[in-house]
């Protein structure tokens, strides 16, 4: 999906996605982000076991309502994402890997953003920076120390904490859904998808 007519499109900036590892990367109006409170509730109830654990994630996170808020103020948006190999999303560690590709390259994306002037960029990503960048700390520095991000320039907040619809935000962009392991379709990959807010 391209820009809306009247926006400006970044091409360098979907580019950059994929040099930095996309499969693929398109660019998606604001209004194809559907927010739902359900979704962003699953993080509490049942309660993910990184709930808490970083800055990034619930509650320390604007949720489905902040992001509604933080909406208003963007005219266009990104969209990534990774496909992956099952035996990979199903493996303990090597999955960590690609959640951790994953937040970098929606970090990568938003920081080219803002050096071409688009200074309230935000990404988003998928999985817990404290699981996969800080996992040697036993606490994560910005909530227990009141210090500074260890990892600023990786680390990205979770779409699940705000209620993003992942399956919305892909139609939005024209790729298929493809969910690792379910049986009615090709179960060999699955995808990740990232999110950078360009304003
Ligand atoms: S310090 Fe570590 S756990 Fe805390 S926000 Fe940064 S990467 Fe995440």
Redesign the pocket.
Same mark, same amino acid.
């Given at each position: 999906m391209t820009a809306h007519k009247g926006q400006r499109s970044f091409p360098e900036l979907l580019e950059l996605a994929r040099r930095l590892g996309a499969s693929d990367a398109a660019h998606v109006a604001p209004s194809g982000i559907c927010i739902e409170d359900e979704l962003a509730g699953l993080c509490v109830e049942p309660q993910c076991e990184n709930f808490g654990?970083?800055?990034?994630c619930p509650p320390h996170v604007l949720g489905p309502n902040g992001f509604r808020e933080l909406l208003k103020i963007y005219s266009q948006a990104v969209v990534f994402k990774l496909e992956v190999p099952s035996s990979i999303l199903f493996s303990p560690v090597e999955r960590l890997e690609v959640f951790a590709l994953l937040q970098e390259i929606a970090a990568g994306v938003e920081q080219a953003a803002i050096k071409i002037g688009q200074t309230r960029s935000k990404g988003f990503a998928g999985n817990? @920076?404290?699981v =996969?960048?800080?996992s040697d700390?036993p606490r @994560?520095?910005? =909530?227990h120390e009141g210090g500074k991000?260890?990892?600023?320039h =990786?680390?990205r907040p979770s779409m699940s904490g705000f209620g993003i619809n992942v399956s919305k935000l892909m139609e939005a962009a024209g790729w298929p859904l493809k969910i690792a392991g379910e049986k009615t379709v090709d179960t060999s990959t699955g995808t990740l998808c990232g999110l950078i807010l360009i304003g």
């Open positions: 654990a970083s800055a990034n817990c @920076c404290k =996969l960048f800080c700390h @994560c520095r910005v =909530l991000c260890r990892n600023p =990786l680390a």
